[in-house]
Structure formats: structure tokens, C-alpha cells
């Protein structure tokens, strides 16, 4: 396997996902030659959410699988919402997503999981069949057991908690950034992480 990355274009602050540069190596390449398209939900500012949508209908009508990297994604909405559209509206045959970044459990657990009623049943199948019964249960044990520990409301309140709290986290290092002749980047479609630029001392030759 060969990866090909695609570069971003940046827009602002953010760099977003080139999706006419997609379609041109995609053609290019021949679908017949393409595993997958591997988009990512969650990304560290300045780099925003993926064009979800529009590389899913991209996929769609080149019949291309494609899968998304929603590593922090589950804890964020906006992200979800993008995961919901592009299943619905074009072609996403699964997203994959850590516990511990989004359960609260220790590292070693992933969620592979499908909206897509027409690519991804058989998708999660063969990957239910490769298992090799020799894993560890404890990142499935770790997950059950928080998730019994939060209930159904507990969860809901972890999500809106976080989501009330991001404005006030923003402003305030916005204010802490200007404070030292910094600023905080615009970057309104990553609700994951945020980017603080960093000037250079005088003198450093950088």
C-alpha cells in the first residue's frame, strides 16, 4: 500500500481539505487503483474538520470506500453531525474513534463503526471476523464499565459541559495570547483543538 496524501489549502487561518485536488488524483490515479480515501474528522488547529460532505458524495459517485479517522471526534457535535451528513448524503462506509480519547478509559481501545447501510454491514463483518480471540478485554471491560458508571445522562452532561465550556476557553487564551503580543488563529471548524501563533525572539535568526 502506497499512501498518497493530499495537500491542504489554507483559508484564513485554517487549512482546509482541497477536494478538487482529491477528484484530480482520484482520476488520475483510476478508481480501480484506490483502496480507500482516509479522511479525519478531528485535527490539530490550524488544520479544520475534513469537507466530510463533499468527499463523500466524492466517493459516492467514483465508488471509492471510504473511511474516516474520528479519533476525538465522538465528544464533539459539530464532528458527528459531519459523520451523520456525509453517511446519509454520500458515501462513508465507517469512522474509527479512540476510548480513551473520548471515554475517559486508559489508552488501548478503538470503536469501528458504520452509518452506511449500504457499504458498511459488510465492512464491520469482515472486520468482526478477522479478530484473532487472542486480544485483551480489558479496553472493552474499561469501556463497559464507564460507560455503566456515567449512565445515558451522565454522558449527555459530560457533552453538553464541554460544550459550554469551549466559548470561555477560547476568549480566555485569546486574551492570554494578546496579553504576550500573540494571537489566537481563527479557526471556527475545528472545535477540537486550538492554535496560538509564536513570534520568534529577536535575535534567534528564525
Known amino acids: 500500500l502506497t499512501p498518497l496524501p493530499i495537500e491542504n489549502v489554507r483559508e484564513g487561518d485554517e487549512l482546509r481539505t482541497d477536494v478538487a485536488a482529491l477528484s484530480a488524483k482520484l482520476e488520475e490515479l483510476g478508481t480501480e487503483k484506490v483502496l ?16 466530510l460532505l463533499e468527499v463523500a458524495r466524492l466517493c459516492e459517485s467514483l465508488g471509492v470506500p471510504h473511511v474516516a479517522n474520528n479519533a476525538y471526534g465522538v465528544q464533539c457535535d459539530a464532528c458527528m453531525k459531519a459523520i451523520a451528513a456525509a453517511s446519509r448524503h454520500g458515501r462513508l462506509d465507517a469512522f474509527v474513534q479512540s476510548t480513551d480519547k473520548n471515554f475517559l478509559v486508559p489508552v488501548g481501545g478503538s470503536i469501528v463503526a458504520s452509518a452506511d447501510l449500504k457499504h458498511g454491514k459488510a465492512l464491520t463483518q469482515a472486520l468482526r471476523s478477522t479478530y484473532p480471540g487472542r486480544a485483551s478485554i480489558s479496553p472493552i471491560l474499561d469501556l463497559f464499565c464507564t460507560l455503566l458508571h456515567l449512565g445515558g445522562r451522565g454522558w449527555v452532561d459530560l457533552l453538553e459541559t464541554r460544550r459550554a465550556l469551549l466559548p470561555d476557553f477560547r476568549k480566555r487564551l485569546s486574551e492570554l495570547a494578546e496579553a504576550h503580543g500573540e494571537r489566537l488563529h481563527h479557526t471556527p471548524n475545528n472545535r477540537i483543538s486550538m492554535a496560538v501563533s509564536l513570534t520568534p525572539p529577536a535575535g534567534s535568526g528564525s
Open 36 to 51: 480507500c480515501v482516509l479522511s479525519t474528522t478531528s485535527c490539530f488547529a490550524p488544520r479544520a474538520v475534513e469537507r
